[in-house]
């Protein structure tokens, strides 16, 4: 493992490094605007920033919606999404970590699906939706019995 870590940091070089990193904190900061009106994020620095991760507060659609942080992991994969770290470094969160090879086509397809999967949060939370039974507590959805 270590050899292919050395490997892409000696392939990328020092600019290449430098660079990369940079990206991956603009990304990681850009899905943080877009999402921060949809979702609490913790630990942001001094003007508001994030470091090359940010991680979402879910912990209060438990008693809102009856929502844990699983539940929109599993929502993810609906959306062709491979999930993000759950509750990993607090209990009950999403951490988010942008890569420097994500487009902005990608990142905002993310951001779109998450926003989606917080108004499914709140059809639950506004009583249009059951906290049980709904198409996030039964997350991933399978619609291959669709199919004739």
């Known amino acids: 493992m ?10 990328l070089g020092e600019n290449g490094l430098t660079n990369s ?8 900061n850009y899905l943080k605007k877009k999402l921060e ?9 001094i ?3 994030v470091a090359h991760e940010m991680i979402l507060d879910c912990r209060a659609f438990k008693q809102s919606a009856n929502i844990e942080v699983v539940d929109i992991a599993k929502r993810l994969i609906d959306y062709g999404f491979h999930a993000p770290t759950v509750s990993f470094p607090v ?5 988010v970590e942008p890569t ?18 917080r108004k499914e949060i709140e059809a639950i939370e506004n009583k ?21």
């Open 2 to 11: 270590l050899l292919i870590s050395y490997g892409y940091i000696k392939m």
């Open 21 to 28: 990193t940079k990206a991956a904190i603009l990304s990681a």
């Open 37 to 45: 009106n949809s979702y609490p994020v913790l630990y942001q620095g």
């Open 47 to 49: 003007q508001k920033t």
């Open 91 to 95: 209990n009950g969160t999403l951490m």
């Open 100 to 117: 420097e090879s994500e487009s902005l086509v990608e990142l905002d397809r993310f951001v779109d699906a998450m926003i989606s999967i």
């Open 128 to 148: 249009n939706a059951p906290r049980e039974g709904n198409v996030l507590k039964n997350a991933p959805v399978s619609y291959t019995h669709l199919r004739a």
